[in-house]
């Protein structure tokens, strides 16, 4: 509330309304926060995945500066004098009795050092998820095709923190990821010897790779997750959200909240939600429990420890390859079960990475997209997203192969043997089940568009004919069904010098094989037809 001022007689401004002018005269804010605050945000559930994710980091970053206070990153050893009675007097790492002290010794450190390990688990769910969504909703191409670069790499990055935070203690968990880690460098020809020592500095487990990766865990990585998250949500801004198909809906006429009020509030109070659910399984579920394993050492093998689910694909590929595969030339060893898992992985990545323009350039397609797929109109892409999460799937199932094979009395023979055919043979069959399930289903939208839906009653025609009626589709519903557009294969044309290259053949193959048995759209008239017969 305002007052005159009694020398001049203009309102007399409160604290807060001057330091916001203030501080608008000085950065021009104002109009920025005006701008961003009639940006709406779509309605749809889906599009939530990306505001747990963000919130997730957030919680994170809060829980992560405690654990900062107490955690001590050294790999000197010391003999555990604390309140946890079963490890007294057993030799450790300053790492790992300081991870024990942050559990039974620090007030409320368990829950959260526990909210952490869920929140970054969260975290990295939230991310696949939301890229699902992404793919197989079609929001990747153009205008968004680096966005969707800067998503996956946003990916990369959380698996890699996750990775560093949960070596950071030195138990025997960690200490078997680290040393699968160290396999697979050291698998490397010529360099992986000397790539191993940098690392660990020095002979496996070395003496700083605790400490490096505490550098990695709370600097570099944090920082390049918050700069790429930033750029994400700038391009954002820029380009829209895309939003599925509708009357009425464009680019620029976004069904859904604003964001300032409406869109705001509510995620503060989604934000709190999250935080919520994350304190009340911290509370409830225990995690990581480092004092069951103790300290890092390579003889329990079979403790059944596994890592976390997000990196175990790695292992998974490790564990699959068939004994035998390496061999002595020019006195280096070899081994190719080691090479060909990380150049499998390799290619995956740099697949799922560049994504977009390969599509982009198999169907020629340099049209902006503001409207998302249904994934069963795009079958080929949805087929391709199907086969991918089965390869990954596959990998991810490997890394606890021991732990099924104990489980549930098998062979673990029979369980290697069965997951190598998932991951070779099972995304074949997933692309050709999934293309089929995705065309039948556009064959039913044809049918329920021109027909409309079974009513379940029954009348008699005047000639006797017994006929069931259907309920015609109302305006919205009709418009999600046939609002979609029936690519089709690229034309082979002759260049300049009236040739036809050898890959502009192959361009040519791959856009028939994209779109081959494809179901075209309803048209005007067939509607017409349609809507005339059902009358």
């Not at 070395?206 to 949500?233: C, D, E, K």
């Not at 989604?270 to 409830?284: E, R, S, Y």
Request: proline content about 6%.
């Amino acid at each position: 509330m305002s007052t005159a001022s009694p020398t001049t007689g203009t309102p007399k401004r409160s604290f807060t309304t001057s330091a916001a002018v203030y501080v608008n005269e000085r950065t021009s804010i104002a109009g920025f926060v005006k701008e961003l605050g009639r940006k709406a945000f779509p309605d749809h559930w889906s599009f939530l995945l990306g505001e747990v994710a963000l919130f997730s980091f957030v919680v994170i970053l809060i829980s992560g500066t405690f654990l900062t206070f107490f955690f001590q990153a050294s790999m000197a050893e010391v003999h555990y004098d604390g309140s946890y009675v079963p490890l007294k007097g057993v030799e450790m790492s300053v790492a790992m009795a300081s991870t024990l002290d942050i559990s039974f010794d620090i007030r409320g450190g368990l829950f959260v050092r526990q909210m952490h390990h869920w929140a970054a688990l969260l975290f990295v769910a939230a991310i696949g998820l939301h890229m699902l969504r992404i793919y197989f909703t079609g929001a990747f191409r153009k205008p968004r095709e680096f966005n969707w670069v800067i998503g996956f790499t946003l990916f990369i990055l959380a698996m890699a923190e996750g990775f560093t935070g949960y070596s950071l203690p030195d138990d025997l968990l960690s200490g078997n990821g680290l040393r699968i880690i160290d396999g697979l460098v050291k698998g490397i020809p010529v360099i992986g010897t000397w790539t191993s020592f940098l690392i660990f500095g020095g002979e496996f487990p070395g003496t700083q790779i605790v400490g490096r990766l505490y550098s990695l865990h709370i600097m570099i990585l944090p920082a390049l997750v918050i700069a790429f998250i930033a750029l994400h949500l700038v391009f954002v801004v820029v380009h829209k959200h895309t939003q599925y198909a509708g009357p009425g809906k464009t680019p620029q006429n976004a069904v859904g909240p604003p964001i300032l009020p409406i869109y705001a509030a509510k995620a503060g109070g989604f934000f709190f939600i999250i935080f919520g659910v994350l304190a009340l399984i911290a509370a409830l579920f225990t995690i990581n429990p480092i004092w069951n394993y103790g300290p890092y050492d390579p003889s329990p093998v079979s403790a059944g420890t596994q890592p976390d689910w997000y990196i175990g694909f790695a292992d998974g590929a490790l564990r699959l390859i068939p004994p035998g595969w390496e061999f002595v030339w020019l006195d280096r060893t070899w081994s190719f079960n080691i090479l060909v898992p990380l150049i499998a992985i390799g290619i995956f990545i740099v697949l799922v990475l560049m994504y977009p323009f390969i599509e982009a350039w198999i169907t020629g397609d340099k049209r902006e997209h503001h409207i998302a797929d249904r994934p069963r109109n795009a079958p080929t892409r949805t087929a391709i997203g199907a086969a991918g999460v089965t390869f990954y799937a596959g990998l991810w199932a490997a890394a606890s192969s021991d732990i099924l094979a104990t489980h549930f009395w098998l062979t673990m023979e029979g369980v290697i043997h069965a997951l190598q055919a998932v991951v070779i043979i099972g995304p074949f069959i997933a692309y050709f089940i999934t293309k089929r399930v995705c065309i039948a289903l556009q064959k039913k939208d044809r049918e329920i568009v021109l027909h409309g839906y079974e009513s379940g009653r029954i009348v008699r025609l005047p000639g006797g004919e017994y006929i069931e009626v259907h309920e015609p589709l109302d305006e919205y519903d009709r418009w999600r069904l046939v609002s979609f557009e029936s690519y089709a294969p690229l034309m082979i044309r002759p260049n300049a010098r009236g040739k036809i290259t050898a890959g502009q053949k192959f361009r040519a193959s791959l856009s028939r094989w994209f779109f081959e048995d494809r179901i075209a759209p309803v048209t005007k008239g067939e509607l017409e037809s349609g809507h005339g017969e059902h009358h």
